[in-house]
């Protein structure tokens, strides 16, 4: 397509109230501020198709009628229902579950008789009364809730569930928070923001630097106390007893 057939709905705009189009204000006041942002032709081939189908009038025709997505989401959850997510469920079986579902979906229960037919399973006639009785409790459930009673009563629960939390939370205050709790369960104060933190002044408090002094001072001391043990014991080669003297054992000379 040309860029006038691309732009061609557009709003044209003016000088004194110009167009959100880049291109349309272009071609009025003769700038070339427009450039051309858009996907490679490489993918545009690929995806044009799509697009075009995408925006048939016909389809679009289709779509005035507000028609939802809750058909497709009935028939999701029961492919889900023969076969559950919360249980590993490999190729094989998720297609059987689909099948089944597809079949359920279109022609109700009573297409499961043709099924066992097809894998020389017998059933007899209370087979076919069970399903049909299940088609006909799931055609009663699905009409008993499109009345306008149930719809009624529905958004009164969840309305009476929504007042019900908030007022829970209203009493009971905050009960998951990231960080927002100690060792002990209870809530911790909120931390001031930066802009009213103060900010550190570099300087320790007198009691950090009193104890500071006297730790370095007892470990002076104990370096000394540690020396001067050391030089005793080697000039006199014993060892330092507990009341401060050294004992010594004379070195026997060895025997032949």
């Given at each position: ?158 309305q009476s569930k929504a007042k019900k939390t908030e007022e829970q939370k209203r009493k009971e205050g905050p009960t998951y928070e990231a960080g927002a709790f100690g060792e002990d369960g209870q809530p911790q ?68």
């Amino acid at each position: 397509k040309t860029e006038e057939e691309r732009h061609q709905y557009c709003p044209e705009g003016s000088l004194e109230k110009p167009s959100w189009c880049k291109w349309k204000q272009d071609s009025i006041a003769g700038t070339t501020t427009y450039k051309e942002k858009g996907l490679p032709h490489v993918f545009f081939d690929e995806l044009i198709d799509q697009f075009l189908k995408l925006s048939d009038p016909e389809l679009l025709d289709r779509c005035k009628e507000g028609y939802t997505q809750n058909a497709n989401e009935s028939f999701n959850s029961l492919i889900w229902t023969i076969a559950p997510k919360r249980k590993f469920a490999g190729y094989r079986m998720v297609k059987i579950a689909t099948n089944l579902a597809t079949a359920l979906f279109n022609d109700g229960a009573g297409s499961y008789q043709s099924v066992m037919n097809k894998l020389n399973l017998p059933s007899t006639q209370h087979t076919l009364t069970a399903l049909r009785l299940l088609d006909s409790m799931r055609v009663k459930k699905a009409e008993d809730r499109a009345t306008e009673e149930k719809k009624l009563r529905r958004a009164f629960l969840r309305q009476s569930k929504a007042k019900k939390t908030e007022e829970q939370k209203r009493k009971e205050g905050p009960t998951y928070e990231a960080g927002a709790f100690g060792e002990d369960g209870q809530p911790q104060p909120k931390r001031a923001r930066k802009s009213s933190a103060k900010k550190p002044t570099g300087r320790k408090s007198a009691t950090t630097r009193e104890v500071t002094a006297r730790q370095s001072a007892a470990g002076k001391a104990r370096g000394k106390n540690s020396r001067a043990k050391l030089t005793a014991t080697s000039r006199f080669g014993g060892r330092d007893n507990s009341d401060g003297s050294s004992s010594s054992k004379a070195r026997m000379p060895d025997e032949p």
